[in-house]
């Protein structure tokens, strides 16, 4: 009998892992698997080694819109951060992973942007559309930096 319940017990176990919605999915909204504190302090230290001290303010995963545009105007329209930094900027952010299927699953390749899945490159800034260049057709790109950003950081895995 005792054997029968530790086997039933196993089975429930294995089979309700399997319904345990994963963080960093579209079953969880791509809500992130690591805080915001874990996130930030992986992405200063990448930061720190790729990118000049003007451009750090904006090596954290600022998903407040708001906050997010107002961080990248100031950024860029100041002369404090040289846009050329940029890419390693969002490669620090993916930390290397590729996750356009978050900024797809948020809109990110919408047609109201009106530069088709030009942004998306953005979202996977090592992948073979990568980041060259930043042009005007890019703005709407940058004015949703709190998407890209989220996204970024909901790609990062946890270390459990």
């Not at 407040?64 to 050329?84: F, H, V, W, Y």
């Not at 996750?99 to 030009?118: E, F, M």
């Amino acid at each position: 009998m005792l054997a029968k319940l530790i086997l039933f017990s196993c089975i429930a176990l294995l089979y309700g892992q399997d319904q345990v919605p994963k963080c960093g999915s579209a079953e969880t909204e791509y809500a992130p698997c690591v805080t915001k504190e874990k996130a930030d302090s992986l992405f200063q230290h990448c930061c720190k080694q790729y990118v000049p001290a003007e451009c750090l303010d904006l090596c954290n995963y600022e998903a407040d819109e708001e906050q997010a545009r107002r961080l990248i105007l100031q950024a860029t329209t100041s002369g404090k951060c040289n846009l050329k930094y940029l890419s390693s900027i969002l490669y620090c952010a993916s930390q290397n992973q590729d996750n356009k299927q978050c900024c797809q699953h948020l809109s990110l390749a919408d047609q109201q942007l009106g530069v088709g899945d030009r942004c998306l490159r953005f979202c996977d800034p090592a992948g073979e559309k990568g980041i060259k260049s930043i042009q005007k057709e890019d703005v709407s790109c940058l004015y949703n930096w709190n998407v890209i950003m989220y996204c970024h950081h909901s790609g990062i895995r946890s270390d459990e």
